[in-house]
């Protein structure tokens, strides 16, 4: 990526203007991507100097400003004690330390990546956006929208429940993309499965969800007919995996993950 | 623009273009132990120490590093000496390309009070490849080093 300039903003509303006024402008969170993009930018917003590196934990929620790298939400103990740790153990997968320190959540979810491996954990929590202009909004409407984001993210809000959590990256080597992720949890009697790296972008298995929670219980069979409507989800085919493969891959995983937060103690 | 920053213990101001990335600015201002490998944040061998934390140099903007403490190998002559004879007693590396990087990661591992296990190696030190020496020798060079530190 081509930047003409780059501007440290003060403040959110300096950050929200200067992204309206040029369709060439971009926010910049950790900066990881840049060198995969050719696009040249009028004016890259930092957002760095606004203090948005920050985990504030209330008894209800966890409030993550949207700078705030992996490696913090990684080595977060109230970060680690959500759902058995889901979330920091999809993060721990992800490259090495380095690159951790760097990459921000707020840029892992903005970016919308098909490989990320840190959506589908959020979606498999109950986790929102808040954006400086158009306010909160679930995650799950936000990965649905299409077109230019033109606000800016400040805060992602996990709420705090009890429960537990499985997480499954399936790799070809240690530093590769996801060939498919998946995080499936257990709270309150309802369980949530993701899944990400179809290659396109994470998105609720509601079909199988729905077979699990509308069940009166969740028996092997219950579980095996979920994991089949896993499959049901749309899977493409790239130089990592076949689309058949995916699909094959949602299945087992499904199944396996459904088995384990079932069989964890809360 | 300029940034000032600390380098090595040392104040530094570098003038920088605002998509530059740190391991172009310290490169053409000498410091060439920060290694231009991948350029990609794959292979760890850009490895600098910010504010104490590894990051790859290779996507860090050179601008984001006013006012910032960076950390060559140069600037951590204690860790990259005791390592090295370590590196050399087992035959851990070969071409010596990915050292400084290595040595940089370990020496944060230290600060942060990790334990010396073989798990904790790895995870720690998963984003620096080597391609010459296969890990083992390396693995076993930082114990060693780790546990002489006790």
């Known amino acids: 990526m081509k930047i003409n300039q780059l501007k440290q903003v003060e403040t959110l509303d300096e950050a929200y203007r200067l992204l309206n006024e040029d369709r060439r402008n971009v926010v910049i969170a950790g900066g990881a991507w840049l060198k995969m993009s050719s696009r040249t930018v009028e004016t890259g917003i930092d957002l760095s100097n606004l203090s948005l590196d920050y985990i504030e934990e209330t008894p209800e929620a966890l409030r993550i400003g949207s700078m705030t790298t992996l490696r913090q939400l990684e080595t977060h103990a109230g ?50 956006l808040v954006f400086h202009s158009q306010g909160e909004i679930p995650l799950e409407d936000f990965l649905e929208s299409k077109g230019r984001i033109n606000d800016v993210l400040v805060s992602i809000n996990i709420r705090k429940k009890k429960g537990v959590g499985y997480f499954k990256k399936v790799k070809q080597t240690a530093l590769a993309f996801a060939t498919l992720n998946i995080a499936v949890s257990r709270s309150e009697g309802l369980y949530k499965i993701a899944i990400g790296s179809r290659p396109s972008v ?16 969740v028996d092997d069979e219950t579980i095996a007919r979920a994991a089949e409507h896993a499959t049901s989800l749309k899977f ?9 493969y995916r699909a094959i891959l949602a299945r087992v995983y499904t199944g396996r993950g459904l088995k384990e937060v079932r069989d964890c103690e809360d | 623009m300029k940034i000032s920053l600390t380098l090595n213990n040392r104040p530094k101001t570098f003038d920088v273009a605002p998509d530059e990335y740190l391991v172009d600015t310290l490169r053409r201002y000498g410091y060439t132990s920060v290694r231009r490998g991948c350029d990609t944040t794959s292979c760890g061998v850009c490895t600098l120490l910010v504010d104490d934390k590894p990051v790859p140099s290779c996507a860090f903007l050179s601008a984001r590093a006013d006012g910032a403490r960076l950390t060559t190998v140069e600037g951590i002559p204690e860790t990259a ?17 990915c050292n400084p990087g290595i040595a940089l990661a370990v020496h944060s591992m230290e600060q942060s009070g990790m334990p010396a296990d073989d798990a904790t190696i790895d995870h720690y030190l998963v984003g620096n490849l080597c391609r010459c020496t296969g890990y083992q020798s390396q693995r076993e060079a930082i114990k060693a080093y780790l546990g002489d530190k006790k």
Do not use: W
């Open chain 1, 79 to 128: 970060v680690r004690a959500l759902y058995k740790g889901m979330l920091s153990t999809s993060i721990s997968q992800i490259m090495g330390v380095g690159l951790r320190n760097l990459v921000t959540i707020g840029g892992s979810i903005i970016g919308k990546y098909g490989f990320s491996d840190v959506l589908p954990a959020l979606l498999a929590m109950e986790t929102s």
């Open chain 1, 202 to 217: 994470a998105t609720l298995a509601r079909e199988a969800m729905e077979e699990v929670n509308l069940a009166e219980s």
């Open chain 1, 236 to 244: 493409s085919s790239n130089p990592s995996a076949s689309e058949d």
């Open chain 2, 81 to 97: 000496s005791k390592l090295a004879e370590h590196f050399g007693e087992r035959g851990a590396d070969q071409c010596g390309f």
